[in-house]
T-cell receptor
Framework: EAGVTQFPSHSVIEKGQTVTLRCDPISGHDNLYWYRRVMGKEIKFLLHFVKESKQDESGMPNNRFLAERTGGTYSTLKVQPAELEDSGVYFC??????????????FGPGTRLTVL | GQNIDQPTEMTATEGAIVQINCTYQTSGFNGLFWYQQHAGEAPTFLSYNVLDGLEEKGRFSSFLSRSKGYSYLLLKELQMKDSASYLCAVTRRWGYSTLTFGKGTMLLVSP
């Protein structure tokens, strides 16, 4: 079974440009999460999809970040325009539907974003 | 708010035992996860505790005390490949499992 995949693995852009990150969750996983780790800090939650719907987007930093999950499959996270403080590693995770005793999240390898 | 503390770095010798502690303060606690992350790779699940006590899984064990807001991850018979970052994370709401992470403990295993 394929794990969570993310594309690209690395992205280097200039301040003011736009970048779109993609996440393909494990097939059949209804839940998809985005997290971010900036240098020296802990991994922080950004938002959570249940199928195609945003369940919780309380962690999104500001309106320069837009996440979508068309058809409840893969998800994209667009940053427009990018700022220096957006640099970090963006992780995607997925898990099965609610109702299990615990909801183990499977993480992708992350996209390392560098904004110059 | 939430606060999760774990040591920044630890070192140990191959074959030894190491205990990585994690303390947390959170409302609506609903479980604690430990993840292992090698450099440049995805965090991978190690354990989950929601009730007090010890969960053992091979060389790894995890303990939880809800009243003390305390957990530890115990690694036995350390191997070089155990050198990694160990992340403590808590969940607050049943089912949603949004994870709140500590900064992670970098473990270096030396020969």
């Amino acid at each position: 079974e394929a794990g969570v995949t993310q594309f690209p693995s690395h992205s280097v852009i200039e301040k003011g440009q736009t970048v779109t990150l993609r996440c393909d969750p494990i097939s059949g996983h209804d839940n998809l999460y985005w997290y971010r780790r900036v240098m020296g800090k802990e991994i922080k939650f950004l938002l959570h999809f249940v199928k195609e719907s945003k369940q919780d987007e309380s962690g999104m930093p500001n309106n320069r970040f837009l996440a979508e999950r068309t058809g409840g499959t893969y998800s994209t996270l667009k940053v427009q325009p990018a700022e220096l403080e957006d640099s970090g590693v963006y992780f995607c995770a997925s898990s099965q539907e609610m109702g299990s005793s615990y909801n183990e999240q499977f993480f992708g390898p992350g996209t390392r974003l560098t904004v110059l | 708010g939430q606060n999760i503390d774990q040591p920044t770095e630890m070192t140990a010798t191959e074959g030894a035992i190491v205990q990585i502690n994690c303390t947390y303060q959170t409302s609506g606690f609903n479980g604690l996860f430990w993840y292992q992350q090698h450099a440049g790779e995805a965090p991978t699940f190690l354990s989950y505790n929601v009730l007090d006590g010890l969960e053992e899984k091979g060389r790894f064990s995890s303990f939880l005390s809800r009243s003390k807001g305390y957990s530890y991850l115990l690694l036995k018979e350390l191997q070089m490949k155990d050198s990694a970052s160990y992340l403590c994370a808590v969940t607050r709401r049943w089912g949603y499992s949004t994870l709140t992470f500590g900064k992670g403990t970098m473990l270096l295993v030396s020969p």
